[in-house]
């Protein structure tokens, strides 16, 4: 039997722009990213995402979620994340923050 559950999302990326200012925000990014990140190959893989899943609250996601994780935001296709492609996935993943009317004055 599969279940359909629909999981409620809270958007705080917009309120943590507007806090912190642009260049806060992608520093946090820059935070997350060390924090789920191999040490030894400065990027998220599949292992590293697997190990610090519990971090995230998501301690039961299977293999294929993670696989999926990954996927959705490897823009150059070597099955792992850079910095760049986590920063750019994190604000794909805000509708709010994409909304956003550019007065933050974010540059990339």
């Known amino acids: 039997m599969e279940l359909d559950i629909a999981v ?3 958007d705080f990326f917009p309120s943590m722009m507007l806090r912190l200012g642009a260049e806060g925000f992608i520093g946090e990014l820059c935070n997350g990213f060390r924090l ?3 040490g030894d190959k ?8 697997r190990r610090n ?3 995230l609250g998501l301690h039961d996601m299977g293999d294929d979620e993670i696989v999926c994780m990954l996927s959705e935001g490897d823009l150059d296709g070597d099955g792992a ?3 760049v ?5 994190m604000f794909r993943l805000s509708p709010e923050l994409m909304m956003m009317d550019g007065s933050i004055g974010l540059k990339m």
């Open 8 to 10: 409620d999302f809270e």
């Open 36 to 38: 789920l990140m191999d």
């Open 42 to 49: 400065g990027l998220i893989t599949f292992e590293s995402l």
């Open 53 to 55: 899943s519990v971090l």
């Open 81 to 83: 994340l850079n910095q």
């Open 85 to 89: 492609e986590f920063c750019i996935l």
